[in-house]
């Protein structure tokens, strides 16, 4: 199963994922996550390690001095560090557990996090080549082209696939975003934010998992729940909009069967 969990900040994401089939590889991308998660399920048969994204010290400071022509001018660096070198650690690491077959489940803890560290590994390679053309460091590109998206798609589409060939779990956990849209006005085109959010990370998420699910904690007469939205699916129709309070992988699998009849 392909199983993509999405919702803001400490609404179950993680506890959900832990949940599933073990033993159980967790890749902790937003550093922290797992911390918070495991003291609320049982963590036998549980690997997590962690993976900081590399500290970018130039960008944090925003503002970069350097001398051009006698004159003190500020810029903002351009220049990627670190994220070629992690994105690879990722890859092998994640090659390495969907080969490993007593692992049953890889939790990607976060895909927002996970797209972000691959269209960046992307663009350090891109940047690499420049510098190593003699391209001065002031003048090099600072993001993708349009057209330049389709390498790391391409890397985000194998990491599924290489689930699928060796028949693990896969659950990707996300964050979500507001949808935006445009209308004419007096001032010509403009963004509006519609009110609707969607997940959060690479464009092709929800046609790549198998069933997507909204969590959420929410306040209830007998305090806060968390509560769990399947949003998509492609296990059986009749299970989008279902929502269920405290969902385990247990409770989902027998949610699904219930849905198609089976016992």
């Known amino acids: 199963m392909i199983c993509v969990f999405w919702g803001k900040e400490k609404s179950g994401k993680t506890t959900c994922a832990l949940t599933f089939p073990r033993p159980l590889f967790h890749m902790d991308l937003d550093v922290g996550g797992f911390a918070r998660a495991s003291w609320r399920v049982d963590l036998k048969d549980v690997v997590t390690k962690p993976y900081a994204t590399p500290v970018q010290i130039e960008k944090m400071l925003g503002q ?15 220049k990627v560090i670190g994220m070629k070198e992690l994105w690879t650690q990722i890859v092998v690491d994640y090659v390495k557990a969907c080969q490993d077959q007593n692992i049953k489940t890889i939790v990607i803890d976060s895909g927002t996090q996970l797209w972000s560290i691959c269209h960046k590994a992307y663009l350090q390679e ?17 993001q993708l082209l349009s057209i330049e998206y389709g390498e790391p798609n391409d890397r985000m589409k194998s990491l599924v696939f290489t689930a699928r060939t060796y028949n693990k779990n896969l659950v990707l956990t996300h964050y979500p975003k507001d949808v935006y849209a445009q209308r004419p006005t007096e001032h010509g085109i403009e963004d509006y934010r519609t009110g609707e959010i969607d997940i959060d990370g690479f464009k092709q ?16 007469s007998d305090g806060y729940k968390m509560m769990a939205k399947i949003t998509l699916s492609g ?14 992988y247990d409770k ?3 949610i699904i069967k219930m849905s198609r009849g089976e016992k």
Do not use: N, V, W
């Open 126 to 142: 891109l940047q690499e080549k420049q510098l190593l053309q003699g391209e001065k460091e002031a003048h090099i590109r600072a």
């Open 205 to 220: 998420t929800k046609a790549l998992s198998d069933i997507c699910i909204y969590t959420d904690q929410r306040k209830t």
């Open 252 to 254: 989902l699998i027998q």
């Open 64 to 78: 970069q001095r350097e001398e051009e022509a006698g004159k003190i001018t500020l810029r903002m660096p351009k």
């Open 235 to 248: 296990l059986g129709i009749t299970l989008i909009d279902q929502e269920f309070q405290d969902l385990t």
